[in-house]
Structures are given as C-alpha cells and as structure tokens.
C-alpha cells in the first residue's frame, strides 16, 4: 500500500504558473503509474495527466496539453505536475493518484487508480 502526498497549490493570477508535487511513501513507488486528476465545484473529477512507470511516456487532457509537464523522479518518490499559463478554468482541487495494475497503463479513468492523496487547492484569479 502507498500513502500519498501532495503539495504545491496556492492562489495565483491568470497567467501564471505552479508546479504541484505529490511524494509517496513505501518502497514500490516504481511500480505505480502515476497521474493528475482534478475536481471544480460541482463537477466530476477529471483526467489531467499521466506518467508511465519508469517516466518514458506521458499522456494529457486536451485542457492542459501544451501548457502543464508531468514528470517523477523514481529516487525521491516524487511525481510532479508543472503548470504554465494558468487559466481561471483550472482552479480546482488537483489530486494525485497512484496505481500498481499493469493492466491499467496509462490510465485515465478515475475507476483504475487505487491509491489517491488528499488533494490540494488550486485558485486562478483573472
């Protein structure tokens, strides 16, 4: 089992940019595929972006293609999220999620992902 962690949020303006962090605890970190989910007020949480086992491959929402990088770094248990030029439309509560089903690679359904942090609070003004 693995407990995460994310951080990083914050209250910004239109146009400017956030890098979240999400660390996990244990020792498998490896062996989960790793992604970004968020949810505004009143609606569903939804796929934002997500990053293979060892980091070779990465997959985004069309809302943030272009504009947010996901990365980890294996030793630090780390999964990041860089967003740039940020809109109003992003603020949300960003959610990192964790997953050790192979079958489910790459995954961009909510339903595949069982391990889930806290989330943390993203606010756009504009």
């Known amino acids: 089992q693995v407990q995460l962690v994310e951080s990083g949020g914050g209250l910004v303006q239109a146009g400017s940019s956030l890098r979240l962090s999400c660390t996990a605890s244990?020792?498998?970190?490896?062996?989960?595929?790793m992604g970004w989910f968020r949810q505004a007020p009143g609606k569903e949480r939804e796929f934002v972006a997500v990053?293979?086992?060892?980091?070779?491959?990465?997959y985004y929402a069309d809302s943030v293609k272009g504009r947010s990088t996901i990365s980890r770094d294996n030793a630090k248990n780390t999964v990041y999220l860089q967003m740039n030029s940020l809109k109003p439309e992003d603020t949300a509560v960003y959610y990192c999620?964790?997953?050790?089903?192979?079958?489910?690679?790459?995954?961009?359904?909510?339903?595949?992902?069982?391990?889930w942090g806290q989330g943390t609070q993203v606010t756009v003004s504009s």
């Open positions: 999620a964790g997953d050790p089903d192979y079958a489910h690679y790459a995954s961009r359904q909510v339903q595949d992902y069982a391990y």
């Open positions: 244990g020792r498998t970190f490896t062996t989960y595929i």
């Open positions: 990053i293979t086992r060892s980091g070779s491959s990465t």
